[in-house]
């Protein structure tokens, strides 16, 4: 029945197209040619004079320059070997060297929403560019009311996409993989309940009068040391995991109720590497001046441990490596169904299921 078991093998898995993935921040794409690879596309982006986001596929089709090595001419991106031009739709606007531009003289455009600090990107079929499959920002933490987006980093892994999205999505490693930086100790072990909504995973545990280690202490603007609070694990198949703490301060006299979100979207930049774009979304403002910091060194730990194993992978082969699966690994393998699922209707006999 499954007509390429290999598609959502970690280490070389096949990625959905027909969806938005973060490109960039807002604050990256300016007048100067930005060029970013995704899902295997290289990609070039700029602003028109007006401000408008732009993406264009980053090759001249002239004779193959990175259009991104170019200049804007106003709101054309002028290809810096034979000077031909393209509009902000992919047309070829200008030949210097003389005569019309042919129809085919052109590149791909991409559509592209921007919304709170992130740029979406969508790289399948422009027709089915639906902005309504974004996840809700206001539940992301991201907008609305009472919300205080924080726009983050950008971190490059040099491995395969469902790598990272797994592991944003499953919390036992914490405990050991990054040696008591956000837990006591307390994690891998505590029970967890689960519950599927569409395409998003959501994973929760319950810890109560739990002591709080000093760089989530910093985070979360502890007053004390000690709180209750709910971990919540939501991965929004297949290009976002927000991690979310509800926490109320229980070692003070006025505990106050408190959401800490750290949100990661998570886009393919090619079979084996895959971008981050991170950003908080509390309902309090972040004062902890060093955030970005604790979260980048905290982010590297999981780059060099998911970086070890693409290396494993790309020496010894799928049939060398076996994956075995654990009572806790049951998020991971409905992410891996989900998109299972997505890849089936984009290519439906191209893949079936996952175990």
């Known amino acids: 029945m499954i007509q390429n078991q290999n598609a959502l093998f970690p280490g070389m898995a096949k990625y959905v197209r027909n969806q938005w993935y973060v490109i960039a921040y807002s604050r990256e794409i300016g007048r100067q040619p930005l060029q970013r690879e995704s899902l295997g596309d ?33 709101d054309n991106l002028q290809c810096g ?3 031909i031009e393209f509009a902000s739709d992919g047309r070829s606007v200008k030949v210097p060297s003389g005569g019309s531009a042919p129809a085919r003289l052109c590149v791909r455009s991409y559509p592209l929403l921007e919304r709170s600090g992130w740029v979406w990107i969508w790289m399948g079929d422009p027709a089915l560019a639906n902005p309504a499959k974004l996840p809700n920002h ?26 990272p999205l797994e592991n944003l999505a499953d919390a036992t490693h ?26 998003t995973v959501k994973v929760y545990r319950d810890f109560v009068n739990e002591p709080m280690p000093p760089m989530l202490a910093h985070v979360f603007h502890l007053r ?32 106050q109720q408190r959401i800490n979100t750290l949100l990661v979207a998570v886009t393919p ?13 509390n309902n309090y403002p972040q004062q902890h001046p060093n955030r970005f910091d604790d979260l980048k060194n905290l982010l590297m730990e999981d780059v060099v441990a998911i970086e070890e194993i693409q290396a494993m992978f790309d020496r010894l082969g799928p049939e060398r490596c076996p994956e075995l699966s654990v009572r806790a690994d049951e998020p991971a393998i409905r992410v891996r169904r989900i998109i299972a699922e997505m890849l089936q209707q984009e290519h439906p006999v191209a893949i079936d299921s996952v175990v």
């Open 174 to 199: 914490i405990t050991y993989l990054h040696h008591g930086l956000i837990d006591t100790g307390n994690v891998a072990s505590m029970p967890y309940r689960l519950e599927i909504i569409g395409a």
């Open 224 to 255: 004390g040391e000690r709180v209750t609070r709910t971990l919540e694990l939501s991965t929004y198949v297949p290009n976002l995991v927000v991690i979310r703490n509800s926490f109320i301060e229980v070692d003070v006299p006025d505990p």
């Open 269 to 281: 930049g090619g079979p084996t590497y895959t971008h981050e774009f991170s950003a908080f979304g």
């Open 81 to 83: 070997y034979h000077g």
């Open 138 to 163: 206001e539940d992301i933490g991201l907008e609305g009311s009472g919300w205080y987006p924080d726009p983050g980093i950008h971190i490059g892994l040099k491995a395969n996409y469902l790598l």
């Open 42 to 74: 290289p990609v070039v982006l700029f602003r028109t004079e007006a401000g408008s986001a732009v993406a264009l596929f980053d090759r001249c089709p002239h004779r193959g320059m990175p259009l991104s090595k170019g200049k804007l001419i106003g």
